[in-house]
């Protein structure tokens, strides 16, 4: 029975992949089914070695089966596409009626709901209070994911939240190291303009400074002229070699500095991380589905 658990669930990711597909979130189909086996082999060997009770098999299993490819939909889509998210309530019902008929007993039921509740609720409040940092999606996904942490008890469901906010804010965090480097590149190379070289014969005709070997006259305000620039640009800074366009705030843009706002230059990333679509949904699939792996003393489905 359980290579048979593994076998299925390798078997229905397919499937799971063509309805994204057809919602428009296609995901590679070999590493949804390489990545579901293996989590499947994890709940397996957790089962066999009796770490949760016989009962509570098929609350992991539906988790695996339909979490990992909503993970890859979000991460590369940014996008939690209805046809799953809706779809696994009734499904995670059903393996919810499995577990408490088998011995999870009615309160398995009652405290499933009440996760639905409150994990969900929770999150609409977020939703609707900050929507640009929490999707709609993530708000469905929470339900269903609720139903699981409710199951587990009312710490589990504490824990998971912790979990979920900590996970996606170390991918924030990596998201903006890039951002940041690219940015001190470019800082570098703006203010790395090449010093004009200056000519050992004759003097500016304000008799300051030395004058350029290929510029016979000075610009007004006694500053030699470029070797190729018969202007200088505003702000009193000598023009470059090839004149680029100003930026605003009369410096003048290097070679390669564009002359967008810093945020279409660097993208949002540089800035709010959770704006350039960090996702929150793989974040609260993997706390979850640690949470229902690997549950603690007292969750209510660990063998006294």
């Known amino acids: ?15 799971l992949v063509w309805l994204l597909r057809r919602a428009g979130a296609p995901v590679p189909p070999v590493a949804a089914v390489v990545v579901v086996v293996a989590a499947l082999l994890v709940v397996v060997w957790r089962w066999r070695e009796g ?20 993970c890859l939909a979000d991460v590369r889509h940014r996008r939690l596409p209805d046809v799953l998210t809706l779809s696994a309530y009734p499904v995670m019902a059903t393996a919810m009626t499995v577990a408490a008929v088998s011995g999870g007993g009615a309160t398995l039921l009652v405290s499933a709901a009440e996760g639905v509740l409150v994990f969900g609720g929770v999150h609409l409040v977020v939703h ?14 929470a339900g269903v994911l609720g139903a699981v942490l409710g ?9 998971a939240a912790v979990a979920a906010a900590g996970l996606s804010a170390v991918a924030a965090v990596g998201t903006q190291v890039p951002a940041i480097a690219e940015r001190a590149r470019r800082t570098q190379r703006a203010s790395g303009l090449p010093a004009p070289a200056t000519s050992p014969k004759g003097t500016s ?29 505003r ?7 090839t004149p680029p366009r100003e930026a605003p705030g009369g410096h003048p843009a290097s070679a390669t500095q564009e002359t ?19 996702p929150h949904g793989p974040a609260l699939v993997v706390a979850a589905w640690m949470c229902a792996v690997f549950p603690g003393v007292g969750s209510g489905v ?3």
């Open 1 to 15: 029975m359980s290579w048979g658990m593994v076998v299925v669930g390798g078997a229905v990711v397919p499937l």
């Open 51 to 70: 770490r949760w009770a016989e009962w509570w098999w098929p609350v992991p299993w539906v988790l695996t089966v339909v979490g990992v490819p909503l």
């Open 128 to 141: 609707r209070v900050r929507p640009a940092q929490l999707g709609a999606g993530d708000v469905k996904l």
């Open 151 to 159: 199951a587990l008890g009312w710490a589990s469901v504490a824990v």
């Open 205 to 233: 005709r304000a008799g300051r400074r030395p004058a350029l070997a290929s510029s016979p006259k000075d610009e007004p305000g006694g500053h030699p002229a470029s070797a190729t620039s018969a202007k200088e640009a």
């Open 235 to 241: 702000g009193g800074h000598p023009a470059s070699a």
């Open 260 to 278: 967008s706002p810093p945020q279409a230059r660097d993208g949002p990333c540089a800035h709010r991380a959770i704006r350039c679509g960090v």
């Open 302 to 304: 660990v063998p006294s």
